[in-house]
């Protein structure tokens, strides 16, 4: 594949991830949600840390919450440009296309998100109990590089409660699938997912 191609479909996914996002923003209030069918929901929730929603200083306590999201923006930006040397010199030295693909995926996840924590805190203002503007005279719910992701797809395929017998969490109320995420998300696991199910094919041994 071509740097070109891998530029235009870096662009395609950033475009439907992007569109998404401010489409959410600027039409859903914090928390409020949409029931697509009983195992799909579009739920507006907004992250502000790492994945999963956790949180950068749960793991750093001498750093307060914005210290440590300024910190994990600064990494997340210095890491896409190793990111894109990669796909670039995988290009170039015309490595496997699962390869290129897998890091097509995962660039332009990282970047997706990159984008809401750069810039969403100076380009809207802020969902609490409202919808979101875009570019509101008053100025945006946040400073640069201080963005919260937008995430907004929500699949609780199933919600009940354990079986007494399993260890740990038995009798527990359990939802699957938990966890709320967005277009960038899925990017970032397609190609990490690709690595892993064709890690041979990825990294030929010759």
Request: aromatic content about 20%; charged content about 15%; glycine content about 8%.
């Amino acid at each position: 594949m071509s740097l070109k191609k891998s530029i235009l479909f870096i662009v395609l996914i950033l475009l439907i991830d992007q569109i998404s996002k401010i489409y959410i923003k600027t039409h859903f209030a914090l928390g409020e949600e949409l029931e697509v069918f009983s195992w799909f929901k579009i739920y507006f929730v907004e992250n502000d840390g790492m994945a999963w929603g956790t949180k950068f200083s749960d793991f750093i306590s001498f750093m307060n919450d914005r210290t440590a999201k300024l910190s994990l923006t600064i990494f997340r930006v210095v890491a896409i440009f190793g990111i894109g040397y990669w796909l670039y010199d995988a290009v170039k030295k015309h490595h496997p296309p699962v390869l290129i693909w897998a890091i097509i995926f995962i660039f332009s996840g990282a970047l997706g998100n990159i984008l809401d924590s750069v810039f969403y805190g100076i380009l809207f203002n802020d969902s609490y109990g409202q919808v979101a503007s875009f570019l509101p005279s008053e100025g945006g719910y946040d400073s640069l590089l201080h963005g919260k992701v937008v995430d907004m797809l929500y699949f609780p395929l199933w919600k009940g409660y354990l079986p007494e017998w399993l260890p740990f969490f038995g009798g527990e109320y359990f939802t699957f699938f938990e966890p709320v995420f967005n277009i960038a998300d899925v990017a970032i696991s397609a190609g990490f997912g690709l690595i892993i199910l064709f890690n041979k094919k990825a990294f030929p041994k010759d």
